[in-house]
């Protein structure tokens, strides 16, 4: 009750309750709350890096999207290795993924966005691959994954800019499956790349 009355003892509360879940034996509680914590206001590095190291994959997963999506080019060096680790096993992580509360779309699509967000050279050496990967998404993880390389290869829009990011436009340009697609206009306009150009590319113009 009091903890309800008083705000600051509430967040007190949240915070001990998901420390707590977070050392679970039942991996879905420890994913759930080990992604709650770390998106909390106020934590850092060093409050990640051990969650980064968990001996299960998806609460290491679990816990770098919620590093990359809280302190970006910040995260800690192990969060985009561990993205990377979620991707080279997708198929055996991905069933488990999708069951955790928090997670609406593929594996792929989270693995994507926060690599975008973390941005290092572990991050964007993944691009090509990414883009290989590109002509055999669904249209919601294609939107996701896009958005993500393209956040590699670009960041704030500044340099230095990830070293196949030419490749990446090109790969864009003769997917085929995002011209006329809203999302990828919208995508593509916030790093200042009209979906022309990407016509203009593909005809070599």
Not at 56 to 79: E, M, N
Not at 132 to 145: A, K, P, Q
Not at 164 to 193: I, K, M, P
């Given at each position: 009750?009091?903890?309800?009355?008083?705000?600051?003892?509430?967040?007190?509360?949240?915070?001990?309750?998901?420390?707590?879940?977070?050392?679970?034996?039942?991996?879905?509680?420890?994913?759930?709350?080990?992604?709650?914590?770390?998106?909390?206001?106020?934590?850092?590095?060093?409050?990640a890096a051990p969650w980064?190291?968990?001996?299960?994959?998806?609460?290491?997963?679990?816990?770098?999207?919620?590093?990359?999506?809280?302190?970006?080019?910040?995260?800690?060096?192990?969060?985009?290795?561990?993205?990377?680790?979620?991707?080279?096993?997708?198929?055996?992580?991905?069933?488990?993924?999708?069951?955790?509360?928090?997670?609406?779309?593929?594996?792929?699509?989270?693995?994507?966005?926060?690599?975008?967000?973390?941005?290092?050279?572990?991050?964007?050496?993944?691009?090509?691959?990414?883009?290989?990967?590109?002509?055999?998404?669904?249209?919601?993880?294609?939107?996701?994954?896009?958005?993500?390389?393209?956040?590699?290869?670009?960041?704030?829009?500044?340099?230095?800019?990830?070293?196949?990011?030419?490749?990446?436009?090109?790969?864009?340009?003769?997917?085929?499956?995002?011209?006329?697609?809203?999302?990828?206009?919208?995508?593509?306009?916030?790093?200042?790349?009209?979906?022309?150009?990407?016509?203009?590319?593909?005809?070599?113009?």
């Amino acid at each position: 009750a009091l903890a309800r009355r008083d705000g600051w003892l509430a967040k007190v509360a949240d915070g001990a309750l998901l420390q707590q879940a977070a050392t679970h034996d039942r991996w879905q509680t420890a994913a759930t709350a080990v992604h709650g914590l770390l998106g909390q206001d106020g934590l850092g590095a060093e409050q990640a890096a051990p969650w980064l190291e968990h001996p299960d994959p998806i609460v290491r997963f679990s816990a770098a999207i919620a590093t990359a999506q809280r302190l970006g080019p910040a995260s800690p060096a192990r969060t985009s290795v561990v993205l990377g680790e979620a991707i080279d096993h997708e198929a055996e992580l991905a069933p488990r993924f999708a069951q955790l509360p928090f997670v609406k779309g593929r594996l792929l699509a989270y693995a994507a966005l926060h690599l975008g967000n973390v941005r290092d050279q572990v991050a964007m050496a993944r691009v090509m691959e990414l883009a290989g990967r590109l002509g055999d998404l669904d249209v919601f993880t294609l939107d996701s994954v896009t958005a993500g390389l393209l956040a590699l290869c670009f960041g704030d829009g500044t340099p230095p800019y990830a070293p196949d990011f030419v490749d990446v436009l090109t790969t864009l340009s003769s997917c085929g499956r995002l011209e006329g697609f809203a999302n990828f206009s919208q995508t593509s306009a916030r790093f200042g790349l009209p979906v022309d150009a990407f016509v203009d590319i593909e005809n070599n113009r």
